[in-house]
């Protein structure tokens, strides 16, 4: 059979179809909220306004019962969340915050917002998640925190990394964006380390748009969250806050409206994560037939809830790269409806290692003169170098691929379909 890439029948041009999960229920919400007139209610004072509007607060109190946790925060991005928690912490200037390279950027730019510098240890081969090895050796006497990020769907290493952890003082922070309803034991994943934030982005498992969600159970971090979610310089001395450090205010407020589209979202995360679980294992199940596709394993004692399924690619079994391999099954793939201009939804690789960006390569991120990144004593340079993360740039240049096309919404029929265009291409791949 001729592959698609060279001219020949594709496996399906019909687009597969789109993931939509705004209903009925969203747009009577929404309606409400614009009935009432109340599309924010957040006064940046000390003011009982200063906690938001009703729908903020509602939310915030359903997140926190249905993750198990003291305190849920809403704030209009996992991104602003991320620096919430940096801040609340109490990081001081040039003090190391250890990250994984493998992620979505702003796991990354976090620490930089409150002038700390984000030290990238490597990623585990097998789950892609922070590798607590590489962590403890790059811990200094400068490192303050951790942000763990509990990639793809699944908890990152909780026993091995909470120990490092705890034994050498560091604050946890998880970045859950791509893992809502995950669990680790009986705990969700957000829950695991000493803060958690969630997405609630247009691409992630729940949305409204744009949005996010700090969880913690300590006090004193939520409440200097809050007050970093909204102008905290303006708050704190009638709030009668002593300890003001990082108190540098922001507006990362959450509207209404979507606060209340994000409570009907919550309503739907376990049928949600259940469907794209059983997709996932379908489809594992069936690709485990070409020897080259190492399905993703599950990590004792957790869940996975696939925000994208992974796969390492074997280049030595299967004689040919994976970029070419990928690139022939895209070909016999149709484009998803909604997300038309992306193409078939199925890539090789995640990111670029992110210490290989201009701003890590050039220290270049407040001013020109290598602010924050000159921070260290001594001159010590921290090391940004190709070579730094081994397996991420593995996994990046020749084994990692990961898809899309398992999102609820996605019949067995569709995915039968993905399945096809594999073994099409792996039967065929001498024609490559
Ligand atoms: C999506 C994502 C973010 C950022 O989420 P926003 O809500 O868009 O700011 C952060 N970290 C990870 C791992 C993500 O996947």
Known sequence: MKLAIHGGKPIRTTPFPAYKVIGEKEKKAVMEVLDSGILSRYLGCWHEDFYGGPQVQALEKEWADYFKVKHAIAVNSCTSGLYCAVGAIGVEPGQEIIVPPFTMTATATAPIIFNAIPVF????????????????????????????????????????????????????????????????????????????????????????????????????????????RNHAEAVAADKGMSNIVNLIGFNFRLPEMEAAISRCQLKKLESLVSERINNCN????????????????????????????????????????????????????????????????????????????????????????????????????????????????????????????????????????VVSAFFKVWKNRKQL
């Open 121 to 228: 240890a490597d990623i585990e081969h097998d789950y892609f998640c922070l590798d607590p090895e590489s962590i403890e050796d790059r811990i200094t006497s400068r490192t303050k925190a951790v942000i763990v990020v509990d990639l793809f769907g699944q908890p990152y290493d909780v026993e091995r990394i909470n120990a490092i952890a705890k034994k050498h003082d560091l604050v946890v922070i998880e970045d859950t964006a791509q893992a809502p309803g995950a669990v680790f034991a009986d705990k969700y994943a957000g829950t695991l380390g000493d803060i958690g934030v969630f997405s609630l982005n247009y691409h992630k498992h729940i949305h409204c748009g744009e949005g996010g969600m700090v969880v913690t159970d300590n006090d004193d971090f939520a409440e200097r969250i809050r007050l970093i």
């Open 282 to 417: 379908y489809l594992a199940d069936k690709l485990a037939g070409i020897p080259a596709i190492i399905p993703p394993p599950t990590r004792d004692k957790c869940s996975h809830v696939y925000y994208v399924q992974p796969f390492r690619f074997i280049e030595q079994i299967a004689e040919i790269t994976r970029d070419i391999f990928i690139e022939a099954v895209r070909a016999e793939l149709p484009v998803t409806e909604l997300r038309e201009g992306e193409g078939p939804l199925l890539s090789s690789g995640y990111v670029k290692p992110l210490y290989l960006l201009p701003i890590y390569q050039q220290k270049i991120a407040y001013g020109s003169h290598g602010y924050p990144f000159s921070l260290l004593p001594d001159n010590k340079q921290v090391c940004y170098d190709k070579g730094l993360c081994p397996v991420t740039e593995l996994l990046h240049e020749k084994e990692f691929f990961c898809h899309e096309l398992m999102r609820p919404g996605m019949s067995r029929r569709d995915l039968d379909d």
